[in-house]
């Protein structure tokens, strides 16, 4: 497997013109960018989107259920690029620029997760994908899903309020679905 360099960029999201290896963004908390794919849809009215359910071996968050896709964007690429990449590769998804919505960006400054002393600073842009496909055609090839399905906004709130199997970020989803609902037109 080759290593993994990400270009480096200041708090804003600037790049600053050098790059890192990914372990090492993370060990000495460089800021640098990520997405967030949300793959949606409308049916009987309602909005959905595909959850799924992280791989037990995954370093961060597993066993949990998640709204999103995503990955780090490596030196060189861009967002749209690296959207497009980690699709194809989580869910078998051969992405179409149509579809495709770039979304908020956030930023997060601080640890991956509670039991990770490893400083996580990233830049992340959400992207929503409109899919409307079952969930059995998607394809996952990479091992980092267990399983996946449909869920409306109100069965996610539901869920997340009632069970702990939930990445902890998973409570940001009522912006992600204001900031989506304010993009598209049924």
């Known amino acids: 497997m080759s290593k993994e360099y990400l270009d480096i960029v200041d708090e804003k999201g600037n790049l600053t013109g050098e790059k890192e290896l990914r372990s090492v ?4 908390g460089l800021w640098h960018r990520t997405v967030h794919i949300y793959c949606y849809r409308f049916a009987n009215n309602e909005l959905e989107f595909i959850v799924h359910l992280r791989a037990k071996n995954k370093q961060q968050n597993p066993d949990k259920w998640t709204t999103r896709f995503g990955g780090h964007v490596e030196s060189g690429h861009t967002l749209e690029e690296t959207v497009t990449k980690e699709l194809f590769e989580e ?5 179409e620029s149509k579809n495709m919505i770039s979304g908020i960006r956030r930023i997060f400054d ?10 996580n600073r990233e830049i992340t842009q959400a992207y929503y ?4 496909k079952p969930v059995e055609t998607l394809e996952f090839n990479d091992g ?3 399983e996946a399905k449909w ?6 709130k539901k869920e997340i309020s009632t069970k702990d199997n939930w990445v902890p970020t998973i409570h940001g989803v009522e912006s992600i679905v ?3 609902l304010s993009k598209i037109t049924r």
């Open 25 to 28: 963004c993370h060990e000495k």
């Open 91 to 95: 869910a078998g998804i051969k992405a």
């Open 110 to 119: 601080g640890f991956a997760d509670y039991s990770d002393p490893q400083k």
């Open 129 to 132: 994908y409109n899919y409307d």
């Open 144 to 146: 980092e899903v267990q």
């Open 151 to 156: 869920m409306s906004v109100k069965e996610i």
């Open 178 to 180: 204001n900031d989506l």
